[in-house]
């Protein structure tokens, strides 16, 4: 199955092209049933071009897919999507690289004390989810997103990819909350899988999503991070692929790439 202009019809007889046009209308017509691109797009908050695959709840339920449904709270102010256990605001829908960007619900940029209730990570990423976190061009595929680790080590950690949560969580420092066995040291781990370089004395705590292309930055730095960094990157979010919505909900044996050459979608059977 692909995405774009359709290949040229050889000549053929009369009554065979009135049968070839009603199949081909019927195609046509069921293709546009279940990819309904004619709906006018909402708008919540500061996302104006709510549009197909996407869907707020309240829209007829011909538009959009119900898989790429989100929901309009806070008296119209922020677009929100459900996403496994957590909850996210919807930063921005690109329709030209076929990403959306979102943040979780509960990071405000003022306080840097909150952090998500819930863990995401890469493995809750497959071929059958409406998201991934990777964009594939076909020639190549590369990560839009990836992990880091909250993680409580039982031990202080001197290393650049461990970045004290101290004063946002900890005003006191880094080792101030007691546990039945003694003080623990509260750090994030950036860089890496989230398990390579997990010192003994530590344990993971939670897992959350950031850009990849600040994991890049971060694994290149010669300056130090702090938590605020890390922080203003809760804030920004992180970014995931909908190109799973060119496939029909059926044919979850098929991955879809993007044409580097000309923005196309194409999928296949894998």
Request: hydrophobic share 30%.
């Amino acid at each position: 199955m692909e995405i774009g202009r359709p290949s040229s019809t050889p000549f053929i007889g009369l009554g065979s092209f009135s049968f070839f046009v009603l199949i081909v209308f019927h195609l046509q017509t069921s293709y546009a049933k279940h990819h309904n691109h004619h709906c006018p797009a909402s708008s919540c908050g500061n996302i104006h071009n709510i549009s197909y695959p996407f869907r707020l709840q309240t829209d007829p339920p011909n538009c959009g897919k119900k898989r790429y449904e989100l929901s309009c709270e806070n008296n119209n102010h922020s677009t929100v999507l459900n996403l496994y256990s957590g909850k996210y605001h919807v930063h921005a829908i690109n329709y030209n690289n076929y990403t959306i960007q979102v943040a979780d619900f509960n990071i405000h940029k003022a306080n840097c004390s909150f952090v998500p209730p819930y863990s995401l990570f890469n493995y809750n990423f497959s071929r059958r989810d409406p998201y991934l976190i990777k964009m594939n061009t076909g020639s190549e595929s590369y990560s839009l997103s990836e992990a880091i680790t909250f993680v409580k080590c039982e031990n202080p950690v001197e290393s650049p990819l461990y970045i004290p949560t101290d004063p946002c969580i900890n005003s006191s420092g880094a080792a101030t909350t007691i546990l039945s066995k003694g003080e623990y040291y509260s750090y994030v781990k950036v860089g890496g899988t989230y398990t390579s370089g997990l010192e003994d004395s530590c344990r993971i705590e939670l897992m959350v999503m950031i850009t990849s292309r600040q994991q890049r930055i971060w694994e290149n730095s010669s300056t130090n991070i702090s938590y605020k960094d890390i922080h203003n990157q809760l804030v920004y979010g992180f970014e995931l692929s909908w190109l799973p919505s060119f496939v029909n909900d059926v044919h979850f044996g098929y991955t879809c790439y993007v044409n580097g050459s000309n923005n196309v979608v194409h999928c296949k059977d894998i």
